[in-house]
Each structure stands twice: as C-alpha cells, then as structure tokens.
C-alpha cells in the first residue's frame, strides 16, 4: 500500500487484509470482538487461523463500507464515523492484535492510499460486529 508513492504498509508473506470500518457507536466491545475474530476465525487454508498460522495483518480504516447507496447517486457515508473518533477505535483494533503476537502493518489514517491486493479464492468476509 502505498501513500504518495511511498510504502506505507505491505504483507511481505500470505496473511488478511482487514478494511475497518467504524460506525459512531463503535467502542471497546466491537474492539475486542473485531479482534478475537480477526485472529481466530478459521479462514486461512485448510481451516486455520490467523493466530494458528502466525499470519500477518495489514490494517485499513475504510469509511466507505459504511456508503448508503438506497437513495440518489451519491453515497451518503452518515452512518461512518468522523475521523477523531475512527482514528483511536482503528489503533485500539491495531494494538490488540499486536497484543495477542499478531504482526500488523497499516495504512495512514486519512490518507489517499493505493492499496494492491491478491484475494485468494477469492474470500471476502463481512464482519459486523
């Protein structure tokens, strides 16, 4: 992922992407949900885990998940979380994973990222915590 031309954050082997989306009310419950299921679910070849495969995790704040799309043709993003309260709930996610051993890397909050991916499979999960 890159900011500006310069790498901001990369997986250098096999691990998830995880795009975060916070919502207003989002706080430590949906943390450590977010959390516990990013490191355990069983999504990884041959039903492992994050935490089992010791797999890497490259953290994105993504307020477009939250896009209301029903009226119109432009995106409403209401239900998103403004910046000052997105920021500290996407490091708080970022520093409990890093608690539990998990290498992350991450994006910049607020920035124009381009973000390269390889989906394999492919697998996309939505987690609504």
């Not at 919502?23 to 069983?42: C, F, N, W, Y």
């Not at 039903?47 to 495969?53: H, I, L, P, T």
């Not at 239900?79 to 539990?100: D, I, K, S």
Request: proline share 6%; aromatic share 4%.
């Amino acid at each position: 992922m890159t900011v500006d031309g310069e790498v901001v954050g990369e997986l250098t082997r096999p691990g998830l992407v995880a795009l975060i989306g916070v919502s207003h009310d989002d706080g430590p419950e949906q943390v450590a949900t977010m959390t516990r299921k990013i490191a355990d679910l069983r999504i990884l070849r041959d039903e492992r885990s994050v935490a089992d495969e010791r797999a890497p995790v490259l953290v994105i704040s993504q307020f477009t998940l939250y896009a209301d799309t029903r009226k119109g043709r432009r995106p409403s993003w209401n239900a998103a979380a403004p910046g000052p309260v997105a920021e500290p709930v996407v490091e708080q996610v970022v520093h409990a994973l890093r608690a539990r051993g998990v290498e992350v890397a991450t994006g910049r909050f607020g920035a124009h990222m381009d973000v390269e991916l390889v989906n394999d499979g492919p697998v996309t999960i939505v987690l609504d915590v």
